[in-house]
């Protein structure tokens, strides 16, 4: 026989049950806590503690068997009615069955590739000619840029990085190079993301970030170099970048993301009837 | 007392006119997941008020070289204090409060499963932060004065034997976390049960909302990380009171053995903090880019990949402990593997982001500053990883620096989030938005004034936990950088506590669903009713409001 036979339901009243309140909870952990308790302070405390868990947990015990006490919750004014609204996700270029998730249409990478390179011309140009009035020298930034490798040119003094070192140069144009590219390839990616002025973003907004956290670690890294940068020229140049990079990519044409293809043109399977890449299916 | 009288009974409570102790009451005797979150939040940012006021002090004492605000020995509690208030009473209570809230609004459920657990679980982490705290007057020094435990947070062997610590502090450090630790377990078991057994019909795993998935997975980790903690502090206790020699090194026990037992504990940890903040920016991303939140199914792998790895990587705490290359380049390679996953989300919340049509509102500012935050917090860890690095490092204020963008500027930033975010559900008042954008901005500035230094101070070799330094290392700029951001901080606090109050009082109507939101909790009420539900809903898709208020184009047509 059930227990639920020796305690029959009454009638209902309105509402919906949920736990009824307890106390026991609450006596249980204070007593836990005090039997802890005495142990730093008095073994009175402790066996105080031992009697509220023991009175707590027969309360609990209480509680729940034979059956769950419950209260009945009053129902109160629910919810406003949800009104349909008019608003509807993007469709993938005449595809209706398929949903736009991230934009179509982005900047080639290639964008980024070549506004750095450009960028990348462009800022050395800047920066020579600020070697130029500052240091009457056409090398001084080639090697000042070699010495965040090269061992021992951030000592050198400022005569001696005015004149054209073959190994400096080589140096600084692979750096140069390589930084151009990466960083152009970065902006060709996180450009198109940035939904308001995208060129003040990468004309101003990056080239300052960055020269600060330059100014802000050069001491760290390299002691010595610190002394020697321009850093008015060091901003100018990564501003000078930053605007033309920034603008090569932005005014480059967007193309079509793989979103558009189907599963078959993604993976490159090619049969007679499959539609070109980025034709609709429909 | 009939069944059918206590019924009646708990009609009267809810009377209208209560007075001040038939409300007190209710509160205490409540086994209400909505009340008992709100007294978790609470407890946690109370706790949080006095971590952050011993976090000020310690910076104020920092600020420049030889001053002598506080003592070595005061210093020592503060920074122990301040690291476990922060991670065991302010991290631990609020995760657990905000799953408490909504987990069972968002599957659709009255309550948790075992709601007198519940409310078994919250009074003693409650208790066990109150006897932590008692230590300040009950625990007796060598000298026999009251003092606070002042071991670190994570109470290395052998400095915690009775050798080494006099008196009672270690012990409150001890039993006020392990109560605590059993709160924190109790309540991970009720999560798991909850979100496995109490889902409204048609909410398969994959239909649940990503915040319940990354509460589940934390909830598991809590399992599976406590008890080795606990099982280590009554080891420490054995030592101290029975003469035990697990951890004494001086009669042949093994100080490395401690630091197995609390990393293994600690690093899953960082994990249990940071997957609610997860939870909360994979709920608020997509609501204010109003899109879709971008490879949910990548979303959940990578989060119990997440909870897995996690579990396997908690050596990176001990590089500098002198164990074998083998072992190091084991545990290299396995935290290092967990920025993957780590980043799929990262790449994922930027997807939904990308081409969305982003609101610039307070809950989606501190969202966006979590994610710039934690990624060079996530960053800086990689670099962690590799040993020799490590080494150089290794108990600098880098580290301090590295696990502050971590846990503050991400779980703390994906906190106030939250707060900005549910506290209309949870009040039925709107926060205000200029106030909060102030608060924002204050933090964002405050925070990284006071961190992003650190990263320098450490670089350049100051270590962490000295109370004072000479003034020719070359530190001086960077602490006083560190210090000044303090101040920052505290406007921005003081502008967050000043909204929420307000809000309480004089805040706007929120009404149920004021951000135009998909998930459950906004189909009911704000505040919710006791019941949550008049009604079980049905559901059909991850986002269920989202196919109500689009009939013509519902998300079911796609999952």
């Not at chain 1, 806590?33 to 509220?52: K, R």
């Not at chain 2, 071991?151 to 009672?168: C, D, I, M, N, Q």
């Not at chain 2, 790895?309 to 593997?337: D, E, Q």
Request: neutral net charge; hydrophobic residues 50%.
């Amino acid at each position: 026989m059930s227990s639920k036979e020796f305690h029959p339901r009454p009638p209902q009243p309105e509402g919906i049950e949920i736990p009824a309140p307890t106390s026991s909870p609450f006596t249980c952990a204070f007593g836990l806590t005090l039997v802890a308790a005495g142990l730093v302070t008095q073994w009175v405390v402790t066996i105080i503690g031992f009697m509220l868990l023991i009175i707590g947990a027969i309360g609990w015990f209480r509680e729940v068997h034979p059956d769950d006490q419950e209260e009945i919750a009053r129902i109160q004014r629910g919810p406003l009615p949800i009104t349909p609204r008019t608003s509807k996700v993007k469709r993938l270029m005449g595809q209706e069955r398929h949903r736009q998730r991230i934009p179509a249409m982005i900047h080639p990478y290639s964008a980024g590739v070549w506004g750095g390179i450009i960028g990348g011309v462009v800022m050395a140009i800047v920066a020579t000619i600020g070697s130029l009035i500052e240091h009457g020298s056409l090398w001084y930034a080639c090697n000042l840029l070699s010495a965040t490798i090269l061992i021992g040119v951030e000592s050198q003094t400022v005569e001696q990085l005015s004149q054209f070192s073959t190994t400096s140069f080589v140096v600084a144009m692979i750096i140069q190079s390589l930084m151009s590219v990466l960083v152009g390839l970065i902006y060709g990616v996180t450009l198109p993301m940035i939904p308001r002025f995208p060129l003040l973003f990468a004309a101003v907004f990056v080239p300052l970030v960055w020269s600060g956290l330059t100014w802000a670690t050069i001491s760290v890294i390299n002691p010595l170099l610190q002394d020697n940068i321009d850093w008015l020229w060091f901003i100018g140049a990564q501003i000078t970048y930053g605007i033309v990079t920034g603008w090569w990519i932005i005014n480059t044409e967007k193309i079509g993301t793989m979103q558009n293809w189907s599963y078959l043109e993604r993976v490159g399977i090619e049969s007679p009837g499959i539609p070109e890449q980025g034709e609709s299916d429909e | 007392m009939s069944t059918m009288d206590q019924k009646n009974q708990g009609l009267q409570s809810h009377a209208p006119g209560a007075t001040f102790a038939t409300r007190l009451h209710e509160w205490i005797a409540t086994s209400d997941h909505k009340k008992l979150g709100v007294m978790y939040v609470t407890a946690g940012l109370i706790f949080f008020l006095i971590g952050g006021f011993e976090a000020s002090m310690m910076r104020w004492q920092l600020s420049w070289p030889g001053l002598n605000v506080v003592g070595p020995e005061e210093f020592n509690r503060l920074f122990t204090m301040h690291g476990t208030t922060m991670v065991f009473l302010v991290g631990m209570p609020i995760l657990l409060g905000v799953a408490n809230y909504f987990v069972p609004l968002m599957i659709g459920a009255r309550d948790l499963a075992f709601p007198r657990l519940n409310a078994f679980g919250f009074w003693l982490f409650l208790f066990g932060g109150l006897l932590l705290y008692y230590s300040y007057f009950g625990a007796q020094g060598l000298y026999g004065m009251g003092s606070s435990p002042d071991v670190g947070w994570f109470a290395y062997a052998p400095l915690t034997e009775k050798t080494f610590s006099r008196g009672h502090s270690t012990d409150y450090w001890i039993l006020g976390i392990g109560i605590s630790g059993f709160g924190s377990i109790a309540t991970g078991i009720n999560l798991i049960v909850t979100i496995l057994c109490r889902r409204c019909p048609g909410m398969s795993l994959m239909k649940m909302p990503l915040f319940v998935w990354l509460m589940f997975i934390d909830a598991i980790l809590i399992m599976i990380a406590m008890p080795p903690l606990t099982a280590a502090q009554v080891m420490l206790l054995f030592d101290r009171w029975l003469g035990a020699q697990f951890f004494d090194t001086q009669d042949g026990g093994s100080a490395v053995l401690w630091q197995n037992l609390f990393w293994f504990f600690g690093h899953p940890e960082v994990y249990i903090l940071i997957l609610p903040a997860f939870a909360y920016v994979s709920e608020i991303i997509p609501v204010f880019s109003r899109k879709v939140i971008f490879g949910y199914p990548l979303m959940v792998a990578a989060t119990i990949a997440i909870g897995f790895i996690s579990l396997g990587v908690w050596v990176h705490h001990m590089f500098a402990l002198g164990l074998s290359p083998m072992v190091n380049a084991i545990f290299m390679g396995s935290t290092m593997l967990i920025a993957v996953p780590t980043g799929m989300k990262m790449f994922n919340w930027i997807a939904t982001l990308y081409g969305g049509r982003i609101l610039l509102h307070t809950p989606m500012l501190f969202s966006l500053g979590f994610l710039t935050q934690f990624l060079l917090g996530g960053l800086t860890g990689v670099m962690l990883a590799v040993v020799p690095f490590d080494w150089q490092v290794s108990d600098s204020y880098f580290v301090v620096g590295h696990f502050h963008y971590v846990l503050f500027g991400g779980l703390v930033f994906s906190i106030f989030a939250a707060i900005y975010y549910w506290l209309p559900k949870v009040s039925g008042r709107m926060l205000d938005e200029k106030i909060g954008k102030w608060h924002f901005w204050l933090l964002f500035i405050g925070f990284n004034l006071t961190f992003g230094p650190m990263h320098v101070s450490g670089m350049l070799g100051m270590p962490r936990r000295i109370y004072t330094y000479q003034a020719d290392r070359g530190w001086e700029l960077w602490n006083l950088l560190s210090s000044i951001g303090v101040l920052f901080q505290i406007a921005a606090i003081l502008f967050f506590t000043y909204n929420v109050l307000n809000s309480l009082f004089r805040g706007k109507k929120a009404g149920d669903d004021p951000w135009d939101a998909w998930t459950l909790e906004w189909a009911t009420t704000s505040p919710p009713p006791e019941y949550n539900f008049k009604e079980i809903p049905v559901v059909h898709s991850r986002r269920p409001l989202w196919d109500e208020k689009h009939p013509e184009d519902p998300d079911w047509k796609y999952e």
